[in-house]
Nanobody, 125 residues
Framework: VQLQASGGGLVQAGASLTLSCAAS????????LGWFRQAPGKEREFVAS????????YYADSVKGRFTISRDNAKKTVDLGMNSLKPEDTAVYYC???????????????????WGQGTQVTVSS
């Protein structure tokens, strides 16, 4: 599967932004999906993931309550809605995918096989 992330930009603190990741391939519904981010000088970190069941969602503590991950199997997309953005949310955001069973959703970068190219999110104070 190939992934293409979009939607990044420059926003002020407190603003909202939605990232979208479009996937290719015929079996999108069999993949778990995730978002990760990497700030300058830091390691890539987990942000959110969603399983094959849309109700299976997981979030990093730092974004819980502010970010929402969702998927649309018909459109083959996974979105990350981001509210109340903070300067510390500034990073390159990557989407990722992994073919999984229904009952498992990865939450680490080693749990994902396919990666998009990244989209920059910059939050000014």
């Amino acid at each position: 599967v190939q992934l293409q992330a979009s939607g990044g930009g420059l926003v002020q603190a407190g603003a909202s932004l939605t990232l979208s990741c479009a996937a290719s391939g015929r079996t999108f519904e069999r993949y778990s999906l995730g978002w990760f981010r990497q700030a300058p000088g830091k390691e890539r970190e987990f942000v959110a993931s969603i399983g094959r069941r849309s109700s299976d969602t997981y979030y990093a503590d730092s974004v819980k309550g502010r970010f929402t991950i969702s998927r649309d199997n018909a459109k083959k997309t996974v979105d990350l809605g981001m509210n109340s953005l903070k300067p510390e949310d500034t990073a390159v955001y990557y989407c990722a995918a992994k073919h999984t069973i229904v009952t498992f959703t990865p939450t680490t970068q080693h749990g994902f096989d396919y990666w998009g190219q990244g989209t920059q999110v910059t939050v000014s104070s």
